[in-house]
C-alpha cells in the first residue's frame, strides 16, 4: 500500500503563490505518476498537473505557464509551485498516486483560496 499526504495551501490575493507538498509513503514502485487534481464547489475533479516515474510532466491547459510540478526522488514528494493564482483556481486540491499494480491513492485534500 501507499500513502500520500498534503501539505500547503490557504488563502492569497490574485497574482500571488503558493506551494503545495505531497508526500509518499510505503511500497512505491519503480513506475508510478503522482500529481494534482483539484475540485470547486459544484464542479468536478480534474487534473492539475501529474509526472511520472520517468519525468515527464503534463498540465492542464487552465494551469500551463503558471503552475509547474517538480519532485524529490529522495524524500518520495512531489510539489505544485502556483504562481500568478487566480481566483477561478480555487478549489480544494488532492494528491494522487498511481501505479501499475494496481494500485491509487488520495490525499486528503487541501483547500486553495483566492480572493481579494
Known amino acids: 500500500q501507499v500513502q500520500v499526504v498534503e501539505s500547503g495551501g490557504g488563502l492569497v490575493h490574485p497574482g500571488e503563490s503558493l506551494r503545495l507538498s505531497c508526500a509518499a509513503s510505503?511500497?512505491?514502485?519503480?513506475?508510478?505518476?503522482m500529481g494534482w487534481y483539484r475540485q470547486a464547489p459544484g464542479k468536478q475533479r480534474e487534473l492539475v498537473a501529474e509526472?511520472?516515474?520517468?519525468?515527464?510532466?503534463n498540465y492542464a491547459d487552465s494551469v500551463s505557464g503558471r503552475f509547474t510540478i517538480s519532485r524529490d526522488i529522495a524524500k518520495n514528494t512531489v510539489y505544485l509551485q502556483m504562481n500568478s493564482l487566480k481566483p477561478e483556481d480555487t478549489a480544494v486540491y488532492y494528491c494522487?498516486?498511481?501505479?501499475?499494480?494496481?494500485?491509487?491513492?488520495w490525499g486528503q485534500g487541501t483547500q486553495v483560496t483566492v480572493s481579494s
Open positions: 509526472m511520472s516515474s520517468f519525468g515527464n510532466a
Open positions: 510505503g511500497s512505491i514502485s519503480r513506475i508510478y505518476v
Open positions: 494522487n498516486y498511481r501505479d501499475p499494480k494496481p494500485w491509487e491513492s
